[in-house]
């Protein structure tokens, strides 16, 4: 089994990944590479100047390109014939050639092949691609799907796939070919959870976040949030790699500690990270972003807004917010009360969704941004919730599904939004 990787970036040798006895694993830049005016690091923790690298920020590191489920990597484990105890093992099969970001990571051997950009395509029907949906839905460890697997990593426990749209059909890529989409069906046991994600983004988007682009879409009687990657784009008809890391990679957290109160990173720690590494105007343009989306899940009560759902892109010494991801709400579901519900960052004082006069000036406080500022924009966003949702449930793709849960979300919002207007008037 190899013990060395060949990190790539832009068919570049960027470093080499090198096992080391033991188990420990170190990273040394290659040093052409490392001094170009316009490299990119693997990560703002792992930066240039320094050049060799080992330890757990490593680690954890590359332990954030894969999934955060474990039966997702026994399965990888046994279709790979590697250990899952190690990152190293799982980046050196062919999934680590298709990680989220722009770095790759290669065997040797394979290192000519990727730099001619070579590669296959296995295109899919409806069908098939339905086919792949329903089997994800019955065996939530089938990412990469069967004859033949697909060949990627994605980070993250909901169960998902990645394919090529190529603008008419949709494919399974292989070699050098990246994927361009994500599509992730309904979680088991909450429905059209799938269409809850798109209508809260859209309504995001709406209300003036930047937020990834989504569709909803039906292939034969399975539907999906079709995800299109913010770290793949099209550039004189050649693909391109974007580089992004989340949070949790960006401060050398382990992805299994994503949640603040289970180790993750704060709000406070977040602004400070992109004070220390952003220029003051961008720093500041982007923490009022991430303040915008801390304000927004706790209008809609999104449970799920921890550290690996905010990242960064990256491209030379440039470091921006990347668009906003995984935005749902628990309000549509009974089963779920809205006194039990937490928060995954603490909003101010505590991770409730009532917000207490105290609330404003600790928020504030964390981000180092004006109360006064903060009030405003939570007022703004409280005061655009009904009628983006509302906006967004009337899209012709999402009419034509005739679901029940739309209304049931445009109703909870309005009624959640009242409440957080009075919370916000209180002194």
Known sequence: MTSKLIVMYQRQIAGVLTKLKGGDLHLKYDDAYRFHSDATPLSTGISLSQGEYKGASLTNWLWGLLP????????????????????????????????????LFVRPERV?????????????????????????????????????????????????????????????????????HILKPAITGLDDHDLNEHLCLQAAHSAGLTTVQTSIQRFEDQTAIVIRRYDRIMRDKLQIRVHQEDLCQALGIHPSNKYQNEGGPSPKAI?????????????????????????????????????????????????????????????????????????????GTDYFLDARPT?????????????DWVKSRADDLVAAAPDAFSNAANQEDVRQLS?????????????????????????
């Not at 990270?273 to 720093?283: T, V, Y």
């Open 271 to 347: 602004a400070d990270w992109m004070r220390l590494i952003m220029p003051s105007r961008i720093a500041t343009d982007s923490i009022e972003r991430f303040a915008d989306a801390l304000i927004w899940n706790w209008i809609i009560a999104g449970p799920d807004a921890h550290a690996k759902n905010y990242s960064l892109l990256l491209a030379g010494q440039d470091i921006r917010l990347a668009p906003f991801y995984d935005i749902t709400s628990a309000l549509p579901y009974k089963t779920i009360p809205q006194k039990k519900i937490r928060l995954a960052m603490k909003f």
């Open 68 to 103: 955060d489920n474990e039966l997702v990597l026994r399965r990888w484990g046994r279709m790979f014939s590697v250990s899952i105890a190690s990152a190293f093992g799982l980046l050196s099969t062919p999934v680590g050639e298709d990680c989220a970001g722009a770095f």
């Open 359 to 371: 609330t404003w000036s600790a928020l504030a406080r964390d981000l180092g941004i004006p109360q």
């Open 112 to 180: 000519e092949e990727v730099m001619n950009q070579k590669g296959e395509v296995e295109w899919l029907n409806e069908s098939e691609v339905a086919s792949s949906l329903r089997e994800l839905r019955a065996d939530t460890t089938a990412w990469l799907g069967t004859n033949p697997p697909g060949r990627f990593s994605l980070s993250g426990a909901q169960a998902k796939t990645a394919l090529l749209w190529d603008g008419t059909r949709w494919g399974r890529p292989s070699g050098a070919i990246a994927t361009t």
């Open 403 to 427: 679901s029940l849960l739309p209304s049931r979300l445009i109703d909870a919002v309005a009624i959640r939004a009242a409440r957080c207007s009075t919370e916000l008037a209180r002194e």
